[in-house]
């Protein structure tokens, strides 16, 4: 399996990091965890991904945290599962 390098910041192109800022002001931190720098290699992908993660994290029953650790469990559940050949 082919490995990519994770994309910083300060090495993203200006699509790449117009999603970052949108990540770091959403979220209000001022860095970019190593999911979002993994698939940052597919500009189109990144923006998709953090669109859809943004609506669902957007105010509604469940507080952000519970949604933020909600949101981080299914990831790496989703990644084991495609390291064992799994497709979900």
Known sequence: M???GLIEYADA?????????DI???RKVDCINNFWKAIAHDPVLLKRTWESIKQ???PGALDPLTKASLTD???ALLL???RRG???
């Open 24 to 26: 770091m002001a959403t």
């Open 56 to 58: 669902i994290m957007a």
């Open 86 to 88: 799994n497709r979900a």
């Open 2 to 4: 082919a490995t990519f």
């Open 13 to 21: 192109t200006t699509e790449v990091r117009a999603v970052y800022d």
């Open 80 to 82: 084991i599962l495609r």
């Open 73 to 75: 469990a299914a990831t």
